[in-house]
Protein backbone atom coordinates (compact mmCIF):
# COMPACT_ATOMS: atom_id res chain seq x y z
CA UNK A 1 0.00 0.00 0.00
CA UNK A 2 2.80 2.33 0.57
CA UNK A 3 3.95 2.43 -2.79
CA UNK A 4 0.66 3.36 -4.42
CA UNK A 5 0.24 6.05 -1.88
CA UNK A 6 3.31 7.52 -2.46
CA UNK A 7 2.72 7.70 -6.18
CA UNK A 8 -0.68 9.52 -5.58
CA UNK A 9 1.65 12.24 -4.10
CA UNK A 10 3.77 12.75 -6.49
CA UNK A 11 1.30 13.03 -9.04
CA UNK A 12 -1.44 15.15 -6.95
CA UNK A 13 1.40 17.47 -6.05
CA UNK A 14 1.66 18.60 -9.71
CA UNK A 15 -1.70 20.22 -9.61
CA UNK A 16 -1.65 22.61 -6.60
CA UNK A 17 -3.55 25.60 -7.84
CA UNK A 18 -1.63 27.51 -5.98
CA UNK A 19 -4.57 29.43 -4.24
CA UNK A 20 -4.72 29.13 -0.47
CA UNK A 21 -7.91 31.16 0.57
CA UNK A 22 -10.03 28.18 2.30
CA UNK A 23 -13.73 27.74 4.02
CA UNK A 24 -11.84 25.52 6.69
CA UNK A 25 -10.62 22.17 6.66
CA UNK A 26 -12.53 18.37 7.60
CA UNK A 27 -10.67 15.29 8.57
CA UNK A 28 -7.43 17.80 7.51
CA UNK A 29 -9.02 18.13 4.25
CA UNK A 30 -8.39 21.95 2.87
CA UNK A 31 -11.14 23.32 0.55
CA UNK A 32 -11.63 26.75 -1.09
CA UNK A 33 -13.09 29.60 0.02
CA UNK A 34 -16.28 30.07 -2.36
CA UNK A 35 -17.18 26.41 -3.18
CA UNK A 36 -20.78 25.96 -4.25
CA UNK A 37 -23.01 23.52 -5.64
CA UNK A 38 -25.46 24.68 -8.61
CA UNK A 39 -28.57 22.84 -9.39
CA UNK A 40 -28.36 20.85 -12.71
CA UNK A 41 -29.37 22.13 -15.81
CA UNK A 42 -32.69 21.23 -16.69
CA UNK A 43 -30.57 20.07 -20.88
CA UNK A 44 -28.37 17.77 -18.80
CA UNK A 45 -29.32 14.15 -18.83
CA UNK A 46 -29.21 11.82 -16.18
CA UNK A 47 -27.50 10.56 -14.74
CA UNK A 48 -25.04 13.70 -14.89
CA UNK A 49 -27.20 15.34 -12.33
CA UNK A 50 -26.27 12.58 -9.72
CA UNK A 51 -22.82 13.50 -9.23
CA UNK A 52 -23.82 16.95 -7.94
CA UNK A 53 -22.53 17.44 -4.30
CA UNK A 54 -19.80 16.90 -1.51
CA UNK A 55 -18.37 12.97 -1.36
CA UNK A 56 -16.08 12.02 1.07
CA UNK A 57 -13.64 8.65 1.13
CA UNK A 58 -9.99 7.66 1.66
CA UNK A 59 -7.67 6.51 -0.82
CA UNK A 60 -7.01 2.66 0.13
CA UNK A 61 -9.00 3.46 3.88
CA UNK A 62 -6.01 6.00 4.68
CA UNK A 63 -5.88 9.49 3.11
CA UNK A 64 -9.08 11.25 3.68
CA UNK A 65 -10.21 12.92 0.48
CA UNK A 66 -12.79 15.07 -0.85
CA UNK A 67 -14.74 15.06 -3.90
CA UNK A 68 -17.28 18.38 -4.35
CA UNK A 69 -18.59 18.22 -8.20
CA UNK A 70 -19.90 21.68 -8.31
CA UNK A 71 -21.22 22.45 -11.95
CA UNK A 72 -22.46 19.89 -14.85
CA UNK A 73 -22.54 21.22 -18.36
CA UNK A 74 -25.67 21.65 -19.94
CA UNK A 75 -25.02 18.52 -22.40
CA UNK A 76 -24.38 16.26 -19.33
CA UNK A 77 -20.27 15.72 -20.72
CA UNK A 78 -18.45 17.63 -18.68
CA UNK A 79 -18.11 19.08 -14.55
CA UNK A 80 -16.43 21.77 -12.53
CA UNK A 81 -14.94 19.84 -9.43
CA UNK A 82 -12.72 20.40 -6.58
CA UNK A 83 -10.20 17.84 -5.92
CA UNK A 84 -9.08 17.93 -2.12
CA UNK A 85 -6.84 15.55 -0.27
CA UNK A 86 -5.74 15.50 3.75
CA UNK A 87 -1.94 15.45 4.71
CA UNK A 88 -0.19 12.56 5.39
CA UNK A 89 3.38 12.36 6.71
CA UNK A 90 4.18 8.92 6.76
CA UNK A 91 3.71 9.26 3.06
CA UNK A 92 5.13 12.45 2.61
CA UNK A 93 1.71 13.78 1.26
CA UNK A 94 0.68 17.50 2.47
CA UNK A 95 -2.90 18.99 2.17
CA UNK A 96 -4.04 20.24 -1.13
CA UNK A 97 -6.63 21.28 -3.16
CA UNK A 98 -7.55 21.74 -6.80
CA UNK A 99 -10.34 23.08 -9.02
CA UNK A 100 -10.45 21.25 -12.17
CA UNK A 101 -12.50 19.77 -15.06
CA UNK A 102 -13.98 16.37 -15.52
CA UNK A 103 -15.67 14.37 -18.02
CA UNK A 104 -19.28 12.43 -17.38
CA UNK A 105 -19.51 9.49 -19.61
CA UNK A 106 -22.87 7.52 -18.44
CA UNK A 107 -22.08 6.61 -14.91
CA UNK A 108 -19.01 7.09 -15.08
CA UNK A 109 -16.90 10.86 -13.86
CA UNK A 110 -13.26 11.00 -14.85
CA UNK A 111 -11.25 14.42 -14.24
CA UNK A 112 -8.99 15.91 -16.44
CA UNK A 113 -5.25 16.83 -15.63
CA UNK A 114 -2.56 15.02 -13.23
CA UNK A 115 -5.01 13.36 -11.23
CA UNK A 116 -5.84 10.11 -13.43
CA UNK A 117 -8.83 9.51 -10.82
CA UNK A 118 -12.37 8.06 -11.69
CA UNK A 119 -15.43 8.21 -9.93
CA UNK A 120 -18.69 5.06 -10.76
CA UNK A 121 -21.83 5.44 -9.27
CA UNK A 122 -23.01 2.64 -7.63
CA UNK A 123 -25.65 3.15 -6.09
CA UNK A 124 -26.02 5.77 -3.57
CA UNK A 125 -22.37 6.00 -3.54
CA UNK A 126 -19.17 6.43 -5.58
CA UNK A 127 -16.72 4.00 -6.43
CA UNK A 128 -13.57 5.51 -6.74
CA UNK A 129 -10.24 4.23 -8.78
CA UNK A 130 -6.92 5.97 -8.88
CA UNK A 131 -5.72 4.70 -12.13
CA UNK A 132 -2.00 4.43 -12.31
CA UNK A 133 -1.97 2.36 -9.23
CA UNK A 134 -5.00 1.13 -8.25
CA UNK A 135 -5.83 2.44 -5.03
CA UNK A 136 -9.73 2.76 -4.47
CA UNK A 137 -12.27 4.85 -2.47
CA UNK A 138 -15.87 4.44 -1.64
CA UNK A 139 -17.30 7.97 -1.24
CA UNK A 140 -20.66 8.71 0.05
CA UNK A 141 -22.47 12.18 -0.04
CA UNK A 142 -21.78 14.55 2.69
CA UNK A 143 -23.65 17.81 3.24
CA UNK A 144 -21.42 21.12 2.39
CA UNK A 145 -22.43 22.36 5.68
CA UNK A 146 -20.96 19.22 7.27
CA UNK A 147 -17.48 19.82 6.18
CA UNK A 148 -16.33 21.19 8.89
CA UNK A 149 -12.88 20.38 11.16
CA UNK A 150 -15.78 19.42 14.17
CA UNK A 151 -17.70 17.40 12.07
CA UNK A 152 -18.62 14.29 13.52
CA UNK A 153 -20.57 11.25 12.35
CA UNK A 154 -19.10 11.11 9.13
CA UNK A 155 -18.88 7.99 6.97
CA UNK A 156 -15.16 8.13 5.81
CA UNK A 157 -15.13 4.59 4.58
CA UNK A 158 -12.25 3.49 6.53
CA UNK A 159 -11.23 0.85 8.71
CA UNK A 160 -12.14 0.84 12.51
CA UNK A 161 -8.98 -0.05 14.36
CA UNK A 162 -9.69 -2.15 17.50
CA UNK A 163 -7.22 -4.70 19.55
CA UNK A 164 -7.86 -8.25 20.87
CA UNK A 165 -6.21 -10.83 23.30
CA UNK A 166 -3.04 -12.47 20.89
CA UNK A 167 -0.53 -15.22 22.54
CA UNK A 168 1.18 -15.25 25.76
CA UNK A 169 4.55 -13.56 25.49
CA UNK A 170 7.36 -13.53 28.18
CA UNK A 171 4.60 -14.05 30.69
CA UNK A 172 2.52 -11.46 29.58
CA UNK A 173 -1.03 -11.39 27.18
CA UNK A 174 -0.62 -8.99 23.98
CA UNK A 175 -2.69 -7.58 22.16
CA UNK A 176 -3.08 -7.41 18.12
CA UNK A 177 -4.27 -4.49 15.89
CA UNK A 178 -7.06 -5.37 13.88
CA UNK A 179 -8.30 -2.78 11.17
CA UNK A 180 -12.04 -4.04 10.95
CA UNK A 181 -14.48 -2.85 7.93
CA UNK A 182 -18.13 -3.56 8.58
CA UNK A 183 -21.59 -3.20 6.74
CA UNK A 184 -23.60 -0.29 8.44
CA UNK A 185 -26.23 -1.43 10.77
CA UNK A 186 -25.91 -3.61 14.01
CA UNK A 187 -25.71 -7.49 12.60
CA UNK A 188 -24.73 -10.18 13.69
CA UNK A 189 -22.87 -10.27 10.16
CA UNK A 190 -20.78 -13.00 8.37
CA UNK A 191 -17.03 -12.80 8.94
CA UNK A 192 -13.89 -13.18 6.67
CA UNK A 193 -10.61 -12.87 8.67
CA UNK A 194 -8.01 -11.94 6.01
CA UNK A 195 -4.45 -12.13 7.00
CA UNK A 196 -1.59 -10.31 5.70
CA UNK A 197 1.55 -11.41 4.48
CA UNK A 198 5.55 -10.53 4.65
CA UNK A 199 7.25 -7.56 3.92
CA UNK A 200 9.28 -8.59 1.38
CA UNK A 201 12.75 -9.32 2.12
CA UNK A 202 12.17 -8.66 6.04
CA UNK A 203 15.17 -6.32 6.22
CA UNK A 204 13.34 -3.00 6.71
CA UNK A 205 11.90 -2.57 10.34
CA UNK A 206 9.95 0.27 9.65
CA UNK A 207 7.94 -1.96 7.17
CA UNK A 208 6.99 -3.87 10.52
CA UNK A 209 5.27 -1.35 11.66
CA UNK A 210 2.52 -0.58 8.87
CA UNK A 211 -0.80 -1.35 9.06
CA UNK A 212 -2.35 -3.63 6.39
CA UNK A 213 -5.88 -4.05 4.83
CA UNK A 214 -6.63 -4.66 1.14
CA UNK A 215 -9.31 -1.86 0.75
CA UNK A 216 -10.29 -3.49 -2.49
CA UNK A 217 -11.58 -6.72 -0.65
CA UNK A 218 -12.36 -4.87 2.33
CA UNK A 219 -14.68 -2.98 -0.11
CA UNK A 220 -16.39 -5.77 -2.44
CA UNK A 221 -17.38 -8.09 1.04
CA UNK A 222 -18.54 -4.79 3.40
CA UNK A 223 -20.90 -4.41 -0.19
CA UNK A 224 -21.98 -7.94 0.31
CA UNK A 225 -22.51 -7.65 3.69
CA UNK A 226 -19.54 -9.48 5.16
CA UNK A 227 -17.25 -7.93 7.94
CA UNK A 228 -13.75 -8.01 7.21
CA UNK A 229 -11.01 -7.80 9.98
CA UNK A 230 -7.47 -7.84 8.95
CA UNK A 231 -5.34 -8.92 12.26
CA UNK A 232 -1.75 -7.68 12.31
CA UNK A 233 0.00 -10.26 14.10
CA UNK A 234 2.67 -9.78 16.91
CA UNK A 235 5.13 -7.04 15.84
CA UNK A 236 3.20 -6.14 12.80
CA UNK A 237 1.15 -2.96 12.95
CA UNK A 238 0.44 -1.55 16.40
CA UNK A 239 0.69 -5.06 18.07
CA UNK A 240 2.42 -5.98 20.83
CA UNK A 241 5.01 -8.34 20.53
CA UNK A 242 8.55 -9.63 18.37
CA UNK A 243 7.80 -9.76 14.89
CA UNK A 244 10.09 -13.20 14.53
CA UNK A 245 8.56 -14.77 11.72
CA UNK A 246 11.53 -17.07 10.34
CA UNK A 247 14.59 -14.46 10.48
CA UNK A 248 17.74 -15.20 10.28
CA UNK A 249 19.91 -15.48 13.54
CA UNK A 250 21.49 -11.92 12.33
CA UNK A 251 17.77 -10.27 11.77
CA UNK A 252 19.62 -7.29 9.69
CA UNK A 253 19.93 -10.25 6.76
CA UNK A 254 15.82 -10.57 6.60
CA UNK A 255 14.18 -13.78 6.70
CA UNK A 256 15.84 -17.11 6.93
CA UNK A 257 16.12 -20.03 3.78
CA UNK A 258 16.44 -22.52 6.64
CA UNK A 259 13.28 -24.79 6.64
CA UNK A 260 13.38 -25.58 10.66
CA UNK A 261 13.17 -21.75 10.89
CA UNK A 262 11.04 -20.60 8.55
CA UNK A 263 8.71 -23.87 9.68
CA UNK A 264 8.64 -22.23 13.23
CA UNK A 265 7.98 -18.63 11.90
CA UNK A 266 5.03 -19.92 10.07
CA UNK A 267 3.96 -21.93 13.30
CA UNK A 268 4.15 -18.93 15.44
CA UNK A 269 2.65 -16.76 13.27
CA UNK A 270 -0.56 -19.57 13.14
CA UNK A 271 -0.94 -19.27 17.00
CA UNK A 272 -2.00 -15.27 16.30
CA UNK A 273 -4.32 -16.39 13.78
CA UNK A 274 -5.96 -19.00 15.84
CA UNK A 275 -5.96 -16.14 18.82
CA UNK A 276 -7.65 -13.21 16.45
CA UNK A 277 -10.13 -15.72 15.21
CA UNK A 278 -10.92 -16.94 18.62
CA UNK A 279 -11.23 -13.09 19.90
CA UNK A 280 -13.56 -12.40 16.64
CA UNK A 281 -15.65 -14.69 16.78
CA UNK A 282 -17.15 -13.85 19.90
CA UNK A 283 -17.96 -10.29 19.38
CA UNK A 284 -21.80 -9.50 19.28
CA UNK A 285 -21.97 -7.99 15.45
CA UNK A 286 -20.52 -11.36 14.06
CA UNK A 287 -22.58 -14.11 12.72
CA UNK A 288 -22.50 -17.31 14.96
CA UNK A 289 -20.51 -20.47 12.71
CA UNK A 290 -17.91 -20.98 11.04
CA UNK A 291 -15.57 -17.89 9.63
CA UNK A 292 -14.38 -17.22 6.04
CA UNK A 293 -10.53 -17.27 6.45
CA UNK A 294 -8.16 -15.68 3.91
CA UNK A 295 -4.71 -14.07 2.85
CA UNK A 296 -2.19 -12.61 0.71
CA UNK A 297 0.85 -14.01 0.48
CA UNK A 298 2.41 -15.57 3.74
CA UNK A 299 -1.06 -14.99 4.94
CA UNK A 300 -2.61 -17.04 1.98
CA UNK A 301 -0.57 -20.21 3.25
CA UNK A 302 -1.29 -19.31 6.84
CA UNK A 303 -4.99 -19.81 5.80
CA UNK A 304 -5.11 -22.90 4.31
CA UNK A 305 -2.98 -24.34 7.31
CA UNK A 306 -5.23 -22.97 9.59
CA UNK A 307 -8.61 -24.66 8.03
CA UNK A 308 -6.94 -27.85 7.98
CA UNK A 309 -6.10 -27.32 11.54
CA UNK A 310 -9.64 -26.03 12.44
CA UNK A 311 -11.73 -27.44 10.03
CA UNK A 312 -15.27 -26.95 12.82
CA UNK A 313 -13.88 -23.03 12.92
CA UNK A 314 -13.84 -22.40 9.25
CA UNK A 315 -16.76 -22.64 6.14
CA UNK A 316 -14.10 -21.86 3.53
CA UNK A 317 -10.58 -20.41 2.20
CA UNK A 318 -9.53 -17.54 -0.19
CA UNK A 319 -5.56 -18.30 -0.84
CA UNK A 320 -4.25 -15.01 -2.47
CA UNK A 321 -0.61 -15.72 -4.37
CA UNK A 322 -0.05 -17.53 -0.84
CA UNK A 323 3.39 -19.28 0.03
CA UNK A 324 5.85 -18.90 3.07
CA UNK A 325 9.40 -18.53 0.87
CA UNK A 326 10.03 -17.49 -2.46
CA UNK A 327 11.41 -19.72 -5.03
CA UNK A 328 14.65 -17.69 -4.23
CA UNK A 329 14.57 -19.88 -1.37
CA UNK A 330 16.54 -23.25 -2.21
CA UNK A 331 14.28 -24.71 0.37
CA UNK A 332 11.19 -22.98 -0.50
CA UNK A 333 9.59 -26.27 -2.41
CA UNK A 334 9.68 -28.14 0.92
CA UNK A 335 8.49 -25.40 2.97
CA UNK A 336 5.76 -24.41 1.15
CA UNK A 337 4.09 -27.69 0.27
CA UNK A 338 4.34 -28.88 4.18
CA UNK A 339 2.52 -25.92 5.10
CA UNK A 340 -0.48 -26.32 2.42
CA UNK A 341 -0.22 -30.25 3.22
CA UNK A 342 -1.26 -29.22 6.98
CA UNK A 343 -4.88 -27.70 4.81
CA UNK A 344 -5.27 -31.07 3.14
CA UNK A 345 -7.92 -31.44 6.37
CA UNK A 346 -10.14 -29.29 5.66
CA UNK A 347 -13.02 -30.50 3.71
CA UNK A 348 -14.37 -28.14 2.58
CA UNK A 349 -14.57 -25.51 -0.25
CA UNK A 350 -11.18 -23.20 -1.26
CA UNK A 351 -10.36 -20.35 -3.78
CA UNK A 352 -6.61 -20.34 -5.25
CA UNK A 353 -5.96 -16.95 -6.72
CA UNK A 354 -2.47 -15.90 -8.34
CA UNK A 355 -1.00 -14.01 -10.95
CA UNK A 356 1.29 -15.22 -14.13
CA UNK A 357 5.30 -13.73 -13.72
CA UNK A 358 5.04 -13.12 -9.57
CA UNK A 359 8.30 -12.37 -8.41
CA UNK A 360 8.03 -14.96 -5.24
CA UNK A 361 5.89 -17.86 -6.64
CA UNK A 362 6.07 -18.79 -10.50
CA UNK A 363 2.19 -20.17 -11.55
CA UNK A 364 4.35 -23.65 -11.72
CA UNK A 365 5.65 -24.03 -8.55
CA UNK A 366 2.32 -23.06 -7.15
CA UNK A 367 0.26 -25.39 -8.98
CA UNK A 368 2.70 -27.69 -7.21
CA UNK A 369 1.36 -26.33 -3.74
CA UNK A 370 -2.12 -27.09 -4.67
CA UNK A 371 -0.93 -30.55 -5.81
CA UNK A 372 0.18 -31.35 -2.99
CA UNK A 373 -2.78 -29.95 -1.21
CA UNK A 374 -4.82 -31.68 -3.09
CA UNK A 375 -2.94 -35.23 -2.54
CA UNK A 376 -3.45 -34.63 1.31
CA UNK A 377 -7.04 -34.54 0.26
CA UNK A 378 -7.75 -31.02 0.04
CA UNK A 379 -10.31 -29.32 -2.49
CA UNK A 380 -10.38 -26.43 -4.16
CA UNK A 381 -10.18 -24.21 -7.94
CA UNK A 382 -6.82 -22.62 -9.00
CA UNK A 383 -6.83 -19.60 -10.99
CA UNK A 384 -3.61 -17.82 -12.36
CA UNK A 385 -4.20 -14.42 -13.99
CA UNK A 386 -2.03 -12.02 -16.18
CA UNK A 387 -1.98 -8.88 -14.09
CA UNK A 388 -2.06 -5.69 -15.55
CA UNK A 389 1.94 -4.40 -15.75
CA UNK A 390 3.33 -8.21 -15.38
CA UNK A 391 3.72 -7.94 -11.34
CA UNK A 392 1.57 -11.10 -10.65
CA UNK A 393 1.81 -10.51 -6.92
CA UNK A 394 -0.45 -8.07 -6.97
CA UNK A 395 -3.79 -9.85 -7.46
CA UNK A 396 -5.22 -8.65 -5.34
CA UNK A 397 -5.36 -4.92 -6.07
CA UNK A 398 -7.35 -5.87 -9.27
CA UNK A 399 -10.66 -6.48 -8.50
CA UNK A 400 -11.71 -6.70 -12.09
CA UNK A 401 -10.07 -10.04 -11.93
CA UNK A 402 -10.93 -11.39 -9.18
CA UNK A 403 -14.75 -10.33 -8.53
CA UNK A 404 -16.33 -12.52 -10.53
CA UNK A 405 -14.75 -15.75 -9.30
CA UNK A 406 -14.58 -14.67 -5.75
CA UNK A 407 -18.85 -13.48 -5.89
CA UNK A 408 -19.44 -17.42 -7.62
CA UNK A 409 -17.24 -18.30 -4.41
CA UNK A 410 -19.33 -16.64 -1.65
CA UNK A 411 -22.52 -17.37 -2.92
CA UNK A 412 -21.63 -21.19 -2.80
CA UNK A 413 -20.82 -20.48 0.30
CA UNK A 414 -24.20 -18.80 1.38
CA UNK A 415 -26.14 -21.70 -0.63
CA UNK A 416 -24.11 -24.42 1.79
CA UNK A 417 -24.03 -22.46 4.97
CA UNK A 418 -26.25 -23.69 8.03
CA UNK A 419 -29.57 -22.10 8.26
Known sequence: MVWRLA???????????????????VRGVPLPDNVSVAAAPDSAPQPAGSFLGAWIGTWSGSIPHVLIVERVDPDGKGAQVVYALAASPDYGIESQWSRRRAIISGTTLTLEG?????????????????????????????????????????????????????????????????????????GPFPLLVFNHGSTGLGRDPARFTQTYWSFPLADELVRRGWMVAFPQRRGRGRSDGLYDEGFDPDRSRGYTCDAPIALAGAERALADVAAAV??????????????LIGGQSRGGVLSIAFAGRHPDLVRGVVNVVGGWLGEACGSAAEVNATLFRIGGAFPGPTLWLYGHRDPYYSVAHSRRNFEAFRAAGGTGEFLAFDVPGGVGHAVGWYRELWQEPVGRFLDRLAETSPR
Request: charged residues 25%; aromatic residues 6%.
Open 7 to 25: VIVAVAGLCMTGQVAQAGR
Open 114 to 186: AVPATYTLDGDTLRATYQPVRDYARMRRAALSDLTEAATGLDWSEPRKVFVDGPVENGATTRLEVALFRPSGP
Open 278 to 291: TALRRRDDVAAGPI
